[in-house]
Nanobody, 118 residues
Framework: QVQLVESGGGVVQAGGSLRLSCSAS????????TGWFRQAPGKEREFVAS????????LYGDSAKGRFTISRDNAKNIVYLQIDNLEPEDTAMYYC???????????WGQGTQVTVSS
């Protein structure tokens, strides 16, 4: 079992930046990759970014390219999501998740809210 806790969200004016954190604990040895997702009210959950266990491989969703940066600190079991030049459209609940097989995500956190004011 893997437990995930997100933090770093908040209320920010447009143009500002945030760094979200995803802290993992438990049986993390079989983790293959960690991903970030977001879901806004009335919209479906969408993929934001993912990073492999060694940090060498990263993927970004179409809406996240350019302003989003994913990274990890394996010594602390933390994956970060840096968001720059925030826009009101970025307002959503942001979730991190872990996959052990590289396709479906097996474990999910409870999310951290990001609210961007215009």
């Amino acid at each position: 079992q893997v437990q995930l806790v997100e933090s770093g969200g908040g209320v920010v004016q447009a143009g500002g930046s945030l760094r979200l954190s995803c802290s993992a604990s438990g049986r993390t040895g079989k983790s293959y990759a960690t991903g970030w997702f977001r879901q806004a009210p009335g919209k479906e959950r969408e993929f934001v970014a993912s990073i492999s266990v060694n940090g060498a491989g990263t993927l970004y969703g179409d809406s996240a390219k350019g302003r989003f940066t994913i990274s990890r600190d394996n010594a602390k079991n933390i994956v970060y999501l840096q968001i720059d030049n925030l826009e009101p459209e970025d307002t959503a609940m942001y979730y991190c998740a872990v996959t052990t097989r590289g396709v479906e995500y097996d474990y999910w956190g409870q999310g951290t809210q990001v609210t961007v004011s215009s």
